[in-house]
Structures are given as C-alpha cells and as structure tokens.
C-alpha cells in the first residue's frame, strides 16, 4: 500500500508560479511511474505529465508542454511539478498518483492504469 499526499497548491494570478510536492509513504518509490492528472469542476480527469520510476522519461499533456516540468527525488520519496506561465483554464485540482504495473509512453496517460491516489490540492488561477 502506498499513501500519497500533495501539497503547494493555492491561488496565483495569471502568468505565475506554483511547484506541486507529492510525499509518497513506503520504501519501494522507485518502482513506480508517477503522474500528474487534474481535474476541473464539471470536466473529466485529465493527464497533466508522468515520470518513470527513475525519471528517465517523462510525459506532458500538449496543453501543458513548455510550461509545466516533472520531475522526481527517490530518495526523498517526492515528485514534483513545476507549474510556470499558469492561465486560468490551468485551475483544477491536482493528483498525483502511482503506477506499479509498467507503463510505456502513451500508457502513463491512462489513468485507469494507476494504482494509488493522492487527495489532491486545489489550484486556482485568477485573471
């Protein structure tokens, strides 16, 4: 089992920053692909970006390419996203969530293939 817990989400005027952390419990880190997802009210669940287990490779949404990096510390148990150049259509809430099954490039945007979740952290993005 593996417990995930976000933080750094909050309101940002457009064009600002934000770096999302996701803690991951457990000493097998390293074994999961990590992903990103959102979703926004009335909207389905999203991809945003993934990152293999040893962050080798990693994934983006187009709508989110160039501006937002994942990226991810095995030894401190974390994944992060770095949200820069954010716009209003940016504001959702935020997963992370964890793959233990092997996933292959358009495999980690398939969100039915993870196997824990995180809570979420809401961000809001004013204009």
């Known amino acids: 089992q593996v417990q995930l817990v976000e933080s750094g989400g909050g309101l940002v005027q457009a064009g600002g920053s934000l770096r999302l952390s996701c803690a991951a419990s457990g000493r097998t880190f390293s074994s999961y692909g990590m992903g990103w997802f959102r979703q926004a009210p009335g909207k389905e669940r999203e991809i945003v970006a993934a990152?293999?287990?040893?962050?080798?490779?990693?994934y983006y949404q187009e709508s989110v390419k160039g501006r937002f990096t994942v990226s991810r510390d095995n030894a401190k148990n974390v994944v992060y996203l770095q949200m820069n150049s954010l716009k209003p259509e940016d504001t959702a809430v935020y997963y992370c969530?964890?793959?233990?099954?092997?996933?292959?490039?358009?495999?980690?945007?398939?969100?039915?293939?993870?196997?824990?979740w995180g809570q979420g952290t809401q961000v809001t993005v004013s204009s």
């Open positions: 990152i293999s287990r040893i962050g080798v490779s990693t």
């Open positions: 969530a964890a793959a233990t099954r092997t996933l292959y490039s358009s495999t980690y945007f398939n969100g039915d293939l993870y196997d824990f």
